[in-house]
């Protein structure tokens, strides 16, 4: 099915806006974009007429592939401000790369409905931390090492993964509760990202979908990826910048309205 052109242009016109923006939230926050991706894709698709099947299952993988870009962009970027915490990169990337195959492998098997509704709770409630989530609570004075090391880095990972984001969304709050200034929690979620996102790729590119959109790979889809890289890789460095230079918290208080909305549509359209 090849969408008509006045369908068509207005949502590659509104993907290039929503990569935009995904950039520089991606940027700022380390969230990778993925949170504001998903759902974009979902909802471009099924303006398309796509709405059946496995579709939420190539929005999570597109998504993404769109990581794998914009977060090694964003961790050289960090890099270069000497911002990124390399120990805990290293000490976390197996339990990640291993629990984002495993997420790839539950997401290729199960319903899209039953995407939407992990998505919409766990963005729901990401949306609330980052709204009223106290900036001084603490779980502990220095990142976890041995079984709950495993554990937290597995649950970012495996999460992340089924939901196609990059890691950061989790990954922010959960360093700065053990003691890592907000910057450099942003900067190492961009690792995060990479961690996760490479491998998930990898997988999503086996999974066969019935009834995908054209030119899709697996579950990625090209066009959608080609569209929103281009403006994804001019905006994230501002949001880098942005993050180094200003008080982040006005704009995470509006992001957080925003995800929150965003999460409660999702849920709409699971039970309804």
């Known amino acids: 099915m090849i969408p008509e052109m006045s369908t068509l242009l207005?949502?590659?016109?509104a993907l290039i806006v929503i990569g935009g923006f995904a950039g520089v939230v991606g940027?700022?926050?380390?969230?990778?974009?993925?949170?504001?991706?998903?759902?974009a894709f979902f909802y471009a698709f099924q303006a398309l007429g796509y709405g059946d099947g496995q579709i939420m299952q190539i929005c999570v993988a597109t998504s993404l592939a769109t990581i794998v870009v914009t977060s090694v962009r964003s961790?050289?970027?960090?890099n270069r401000r000497g911002a990124v915490e390399w120990e805990v990169l290293k000490t976390w990337a197996p339990w990640l790369i291993g629990a984002s195959v495993l997420g790839v492998a539950v997401a290729a098997r199960v319903p899209s409905v039953a995407l939407q509704a992990v998505f919409g709770v766990l963005a729901g409630l990401a949306g609330l931390w980052i709204a009223f989530g106290r900036d001084t609570a603490r779980l502990g004075e220095a990142m976890p090492k041995g079984v709950v090391r495993g554990a937290l880095a597995s649950g970012v990972g495996f999460f992340s993964a089924l939901m196609g984001i990059g890691g950061g969304t989790f990954g922010v709050p959960l360093m700065t509760l053990f003691g890592v200034p907000i910057h450099r929690a942003v900067a190492t979620a961009s690792g995060f990202g990479v961690l996760i996102a490479v491998p998930s790729v990898i997988g999503f590119l086996l999974v066969k979908v019935e009834g995908a959109p054209l030119l899709t790979f697996g579950a990625v889809n090209l066009p959608a990826f080609l569209v929103v890289i281009g403006t994804t890789?001019?905006?994230?460095?501002?949001?880098?910048?942005?993050a180094h230079s200003m008080n982040p918290k006005p704009l995470k208080r509006a992001?957080?309205?925003?995800?929150?909305?965003?999460?409660?549509?999702?849920?709409?359209k699971v039970l309804w």
């Open 255 to 268: 992001f957080a309205v925003f995800l929150t909305l965003v999460a409660l549509n999702m849920l709409r």
């Open 10 to 13: 207005p949502m590659v016109a």
């Open 233 to 242: 890789l001019l905006t994230t460095p501002y949001g880098v910048r942005l």
């Open 75 to 78: 961790l050289s970027a960090h």
């Open 27 to 39: 940027g700022m926050l380390g969230v990778g974009g993925g949170i504001v991706l998903v759902p």
